[in-house]
């Protein structure tokens, strides 16, 4: 009998766990998923939350109901892994032996990295809707706030669901003009890269879109201090943005754990890992999912989610005695919301970026343009996570590799980007 | 393909001004890259830095962005922009003549 352990009941955790459990026997393999808390937070809906468009508890499940029977679910928090011994040792001084390890962590929010973010004004001033507690309390916020200037800030990359800050930018504007004071709110979205996206014609068409809605745009902003009470934002080369109300992006890092485990972490706490096989570079049995990996895609649930087939066979091939052949191509796929009931969808992979034209073929969704369909689509996405995406299912004819039929591929890359 | 001299020596760089084949590099070449973003004498901090790119990109394919250059070259991220005050990561790469740190998605 083989035993899985996998680190973190989150969105990439419960999906492998659930795949795996179908994939192998009983008999042969036993899963462990292993987490400090049972509570599963839905996070595409936090970005509703400070609009009122989402009710807080209706967000979050027990971690433990999401899993298959047959997946065990511990409660405890991790003080490290040791590689060489493969086991986990538990903050309680229990050890938990494995065969194969998947690190399913995510990330995490750091804002005391950044000098003067959870001093004076945090969560008066100065908030984030990355937590729950956060986006409950940026509510309260905006209902109350009459005017003035709303910095939406980025700290530094990577970050989890890279265009939510944008989002955010979007249905605030949409929020200021239903509530009838658009015109007394200066909006203004602050980024460290230099420009709203990180990828070109993706960056082109968000800009454009910043543009209509008058949202300012301050590019290549390293934030280096916030200062709460003076509403300022102060770049490491000492420019500056003001603000009456600060939502901001804190710094991410991966869990306290991975770094209190030598080998297996990078200077972030990120694991690195082969972007294609997900296989850690530490040891060859241990896994990377999610937004735990250091690999060059987003960190994003739609990643995990393409992820996971990759991992789960790839872990099967493993314990079976074969080569890890299975290949993850980079794929993403997200819905950008962009206010008054419409969204834009993006899929990209590795190579490919996003594209127009239409998803998952010829005929479809949109890609790269507003529409209603694309807003519906996200609103029904909910529905998708916790009934196909965590048990570990397919969705229908949204397949792990990137789509190339119906998007607008430049010639040379048709051939390239084709199913193999 | 442009190409720039530096050091007497021409060297292939991309159309930001990177080299395009960092084996290209030599430290003598280090002082006129800096030059060029306005840095007009290189310090034994800076060359801490440049040194540590280096190292980094051999070890690992990619040059490190600002933040984990804070965190493991010895600088602070607020030293790094006296140092380099057109943004670290990207000049201190240049004058070590490695890509352009890939920005994180």
Redesign the interface.
């Known amino acids: 009998m083989k035993r899985i352990v996998v680190l973190g009941g989150g969105t990439g955790g419960t999906l492998v766990a659930n795949r795996l459990r179908r994939l192998l026997d009983g008999d042969d393999a036993e899963i462990v998923v292993i987490d400090s808390d049972d509570a599963h937070v839905y996070q595409p809906g936090l970005l509703f939350v400070p609009f009122g468009l989402a009710r807080p508890a209706s967000l979050v499940r027990p971690r433990h109901r999401q899993l298959r029977p047959g997946v065990d679910f511990r409660q405890a928090a991790v003080d490290r892994v040791d590689l060489e011994e493969n086991e986990v040792c538990l903050a309680d001084g229990t050890q938990v032996g494995y065969d194969v390890l998947v690190i399913a962590t995510g990330a995490q929010l750091v804002p005391e990295e950044t000098e003067g973010l959870t001093g004076p004004g945090w969560m008066e001033k100065v908030f984030t809707f990355y937590t729950l507690d956060g986006a409950v309390a940026l509510e309260k916020a905006l209902a109350g706030f009459a005017g003035g200037r709303l910095a939406v800030a980025v700290m530094d990359m990577p970050i989890k669901c890279p265009v939510a800050p944008l989002e955010f930018c979007f249905l605030a504007d949409a929020y200021f003009a239903r509530r009838g004071i658009r015109k007394d709110v200066e909006l203004t979205f602050v980024t460290p890269l230099d420009g709203a996206f990180t990828k070109p014609a993706c960056n082109r068409e968000l800009s454009g879109l910043l543009k209509d809605k008058g949202v300012g745009l301050v590019t290549e902003f390293n934030t280096g201090e916030v200062d709460g009470p003076g509403g300022r934002l102060i770049s490491f080369d000492g420019r500056e943005v003001p603000f009456d109300l600060a939502v901001v992006i804190p710094l991410h890092g991966g869990q306290a754990y991975v770094s209190r485990s030598p080998g297996l972490g990078d200077a972030l706490g990120f694991v690195p890992a082969d972007q294609q096989t997900l296989r850690s570079r530490a040891k060859p049995n241990v896994f990377v999912i999610g937004d735990a990996a250091d690999v060059p895609a987003s960190k994003a649930g739609s990643v995990a989610h393409f992820e996971g087939d990759i991992v789960a066979t790839n872990i099967a091939g493993y314990l079976a005695g074969k080569p890890a052949d299975a290949r993850y191509d980079g794929h993403a796929n997200c819905f950008i919301e962009s206010g008054h009931r419409k969204a834009l969808l993006i899929d990209f992979n590795y190579d490919t970026e996003p594209l127009t034209g239409h998803f998952p073929g010829r005929v479809g969704l949109p890609l790269l343009r507003q529409s209603r369909l694309n807003h519906l689509g996200k609103l029904s996405f909910r529905w998708l996570y916790w009934h196909l995406l965590l048990p570990g299912r397919d969705i229908p004819a949204v397949h792990s590799r990137m789509p190339a039929a119906g998007k607008h591929l430049p010639p040379a890359r048709r051939a390239a980007a084709s199913p193999r | 393909m442009p190409t720039a001299t530096y050091a007497g020596t021409e060297v292939a760089v991309n159309d930001e001004g990177f080299l395009t084949d960092p084996a290209q590099w030599r430290e003598e070449m280090a002082p006129q890259i800096a030059a060029a973003e306005g840095i007009t004498e290189l310090t034994e901090r800076h060359w801490q830095v440049i040194r540590f790119m280096r190292h980094e990109y051999e070890a690992k394919g990619t040059g490190?962005?600002?933040?984990?250059l804070g965190?493991?070259s010895g600088v602070s991220?607020?030293e790094?922009?006296q140092l380099f005050?057109?943004?670290p990561a990207k000049i201190a790469a240049k004058t070590a003549g490695i890509p352009k740190p890939?920005?994180?998605?």
């Open positions: 490190p962005t600002v933040r984990v965190k493991t991220v607020r790094l922009y005050p057109k943004g890939r920005g994180c998605i």
